[in-house]
C-alpha cells in the first residue's frame, strides 16, 4: 500500500517545493532568543510534543540556520531579539563567531 502512494506523495512535495521556490524571500529574518541556550542540539521527540512544549534553540540548530541565511541571495540581515539571554563566556564567544559569519 505504501508503495502505491509514493508516486502521489512525490508529486505533492514536488508541488510544494515548486510553490516555495517562486516565493519572494523575506528581507530579514527574526530571532527571538531567551534563556538558556543548549550547546548542541536536543535528542528528537515525539511529533507530538513540538505542538505541546515549546524547546529553544540550540547553538548548533542557530549556526546552521545562519549559513542557510548567509547562502541566500535575497535576505538582507538578521534580527537578534535577546531577551533574559543566560549565556556562559564560551556560548556568548560562540555565537559571536556565527554572527561574524553573516557579514
Known amino acids: 500500500m505504501a508503495e ?4 502521489l506523495r ?3 512535495r514536488y508541488a510544494r517545493n515548486l510553490r ?3 516565493r519572494k524571500a523575506p528581507d530579514y529574518v527574526y ?3 531567551e534563556g538558556a541556550l543548549p550547546l548542541l542540539r536536543q535528542p528528537s521527540t515525539a511529533w ?3 505542538f505541546v512544549t515549546k ?3 540550540s547553538l548548533e540548530e542557530l549556526a546552521e540556520r545562519f549559513l542557510r541565511i548567509a547562502a541566500h541571495k535575497g535576505i538582507r540581515g ?3 531579539h535577546l531577551r533574559e539571554l543566560v549565556l556562559t563566556a564560551a556560548q556568548l564567544e560562540a555565537l ?3 554572527l561574524d559569519s553573516l557579514r
Do not use: I
Not at 4 to 7: F, M, S
Open 78 to 80: 538578521v534580527v537578534l
Open 4 to 7: 502505491l502512494l509514493r508516486p
Open 96 to 98: 559571536q563567531e556565527r
Open 31 to 33: 530571532f527571538r532568543l
Open 48 to 50: 507530538w510534543r513540538r
Open 10 to 12: 512525490l508529486g505533492l
Open 20 to 22: 516555495r521556490s517562486t
Open 55 to 57: 524547546e529553544s534553540l
